[in-house]
Structures are given as structure tokens and as C-alpha cells.
């Protein structure tokens, strides 16, 4: 059935996150034969580190497939195809898919989940360093084993990073009446909605521990955001993400404070679609804490830690 009532009350929820992490390399560039380097992008002449949009979808899955049971969600074939039934399928429905089909082209299913890439703000040549592995090969008999050297990039950073649920189209998909040119709603294959918003605490749920990232078994860290602002949306957008950016220092750019005067701006538009928010701090992340604060409480909204911010918008789903 087609409808456009959105029973959950809210069309969005939105996150914006920064996390400081200890020496690692979450995301592997292009490299070398023997070199595993940190994927970069260039601002004004500078490298920094970032992790991809798809290595962030990545993690969250992982983490889902962590709390849920294997019934509920298919395994990709060898051609990375999943099922498409999204009605079975929590990792097809929240995540998306691309299915060939003959004489139709394919079936696609936009993604509701967005994630951003992950974007250090401190440049990567003074924060980082390069490690190296010794690799052993198989030993011949009556030959002395050899071994190889791979050097690894690592490095400390703080990075903002982005997440956004598409409420209305968790468990549903919109249909065209093409004949007429229009389109019909949403038809929900996930009923009733206490179905579509178990699926919706089941991300949110995975977003306050996702811990799969890349090379964990020996640069054991932490992504979990260290302050976070998460945000119930009664319109889809993501302005949320621009709440965030730290302030320009040419003299000292690994000065890590937050321009609070862009931050009070965005959280004055944000307020004007009565948007729900709530934030979450661990101390030590920033250098201007105090200011951040005083911004929050200006804005009237309640600073737990991250934890108990997600929980909030779970509690209110």
C-alpha cells in the first residue's frame, strides 16, 4: 500500500562527529609494493588524512550485522549482488542495492543510511610517521627463510565525520505511476512501523560502537565520535553537517578549536524547523571546550556524553 503519512513523526535523523584517534591508518591509499599509505586530500597546499564514504558504510554494516541474527540479513554473492528483499533483509533495506535484471536494466534502491567520509582536520605531516611490518615467507627446505619489509603510513588526527537516516524510505520505496507521470508514495514492505523503527534503533544502536575498521589487530583505536551533535529533523537536509569546522590558525594549524561563531549560525537555522537536538561530549577532544559549551547552553540544548545523545534520539524512535 502507498501512502505519504509519515508515522514515525520526524522525516531525518542527522549526526555530525569528531573523534581523535591514536596512531593509525584507518583507510589505505594507493601505495606502493612495499608501502601502505594513509589516504589523503589537499587543502591549501596540505595534505590530510580522510576515510572514505564507502570504508564509513563499511564500518556501520559491520557493526549491524554484529547485533542482529544471521536470519535477518542475506550475504552478498560472488559478484557483491545481494538479495533485494528488502522486507527480509535489514542490510538491503537500510543500505541499498544495484541488481542487474534482463530487459530492465537493473533494480536500484537508493541507500536511506548516508554516510560521509571521514575528514582529518590536522595536517598529516605533523602528525604522522612511518611504521614498518616484517613480513616472514614459507620456509624451502635446506634455504635460510627470507622475510620482507612493508612500511606502514600511521597517524594521530582528528576527524569530523557525517551520518543521515532518510526516515520515510526505511522500509519502503516510493512508486511512479509512469502512465501519469506521478508518483503514488511510499509503498512500505516493512510493517507495521514499530518494524521500520526497530530497524532505525538497530543503526543507531551500532553507530555508538562500530569498531570494524581496517588493521585493528595491531593499531587498536577508537572511531566513536567524542562530541557529537545528533539531531531528530521534521525535514530531510543535512546542514547539520556544517556545524562543525575548526577555525583557521596560519600560525599554529594543528590548533584544534571549533569556530563556535559558524556553529551558533547553523544552530539558529536549525532551530527554525524546530529540529530536536542534543549533543555529547568527552572532554580533552578540542582546545576551546568552554566556548562550545557556552554556545550549546545559548541554544538550550542538553550536553550528555555521546553515548547517552544517541540513546536520547533511540528513546524518543
Known amino acids: 500500500m502507498a501512502n505519504n503519512n509519515n508515522e514515525i513523526g520526524y522525516n531525518a535523523i542527522s549526526a555530525v562527529w569528531l573523534t581523535e584517534t591514536n596512531l593509525t591508518n584507518l583507510n589505505s ?7 601502505v599509505d594513509i589516504k ?16 564509513m558504510r563499511y564500518y556501520l554494516k559491520e557493526a549491524i550485522r554484529r547485533d542482529i541474527s544471521t536470519g535477518d540479513y542475506c550475504v552478498p554473492d560472488d559478484k557483491g549482488q545481494g538479495c533485494g528483499k528488502i522486507e527480509k533483509c535489514i542490510l538491503c533495506d537500510l543500505f541499498g542495492f544495484m541488481r542487474p535484471e534482463e530487459k530492465v536494466g537493473s533494480d536500484t534502491r537508493v541507500s ?3 554516510m560521509s567520509p571521514a575528514m582529518g582536520l590536522l595536517p598529516l605531516q605533523d602528525n604522522a610517521v612511518i611504521d614498518f611490518l616484517t613480513q616472514k615467507k614459507p620456509q624451502e627446505k635446506g634455504k635460510k627463510q627470507e622475510g620482507a619489509i612493508v612500511n606502514v603510513e600511521i597517524g594521530i588526527n582528528l576527524y569530523k565525520a557525517g551520518m543521515a537516516i532518510d526516515l520515510v524510505k526505511v522500509g519502503g520505496e516510493e512508486t511512479i505511476d509512469f502512465e501519469k507521470h506521478k508518483s503514488k508514495g511510499i509503498s512500505y514492505k516493512v510493517e507495521p512501523v514499530n518494524n521500520r523503527k526497530k530497524r532505525i534503533k538497530t543503526v543507531l544502536e551500532a553507530f555508538k560502537h562500530f569498531a570494524d575498521y581496517s588493521k585493528q589487530a595491531r593499531v587498536l583505536t577508537d572511531f566513536t565520535p567524542d562530541i557529537i551533535l545528533i539531531s531528530l529533523q521534521t525535514k530531510y537536509h543535512h546542514l547539520l553537517q556544517k556545524a562543525f569546522e ?3 590558525n596560519r600560525e599554529d594549524q594543528n590548533k584544534k578549536e571549533i569556530d563556535t561563531d559558524r556553529l551558533d549560525q547553523v544552530l539558529t537555522m536549525l532551530k527554525l524547523d524546530k529540529d530536536i537536538i542534543y549533543a555529547g561530549i568527552i572532554s580533552g577532544a578540542i582546545d576551546n571546550e568552554t566556548s562550545l559549551r557556552e554556545v550549546l547552553n545559548k541554544h538550550n540544548i542538553e550536553i550528555l556524553t555521546p553515548k547517552e545523545a544517541i540513546n536520547k534520539v533511540i528513546d524518543i524512535i
Open 40 to 55: 589523503k586530500y589537499k587543502k591549501q597546499g596540505l595534505d590530510y588524512p580522510y576515510v572514505s564514504g564507502q570504508a
Open 112 to 114: 536511506p543510511v548516508k
Open 246 to 248: 575548526l577555525k583557521n
Open 29 to 35: 591509499g594507493i601505495g606502493g609494493s612495499n608501502l
